[in-house]
């Protein structure tokens, strides 16, 4: 007798979470910093309110970028 193995699921999609599209880091931040970010936003809300600070000080530092290379008028 032989036996057959059948797909457990015959969906070709992946199941679960959907990809975040991030790259983990490690950063090191001063002791007071995570604890600061905690009693703002809460534990749980610590990588998202630094993901965004990130984003915003890019942006910020980009525009610097762009008016600075700019050619006076």
Do not use: H
């Amino acid at each position: 007798m032989k036996l057959t193995q059948l797909p457990i699921s015959d969906r070709s999609a992946r199941m679960g979470r959907p990809p975040l599209n991030v790259k983990p880091i490690l950063v090191r931040l001063p002791d007071d910093v995570p604890d600061r970010i905690d009693a703002l936003v809460g534990k749980q809300k610590r990588a998202e309110f630094i993901r965004e600070a990130v984003e915003r000080e890019l942006k910020r530092r980009e525009r610097e970028q762009r008016a600075a290379a700019k050619p006076p008028e």
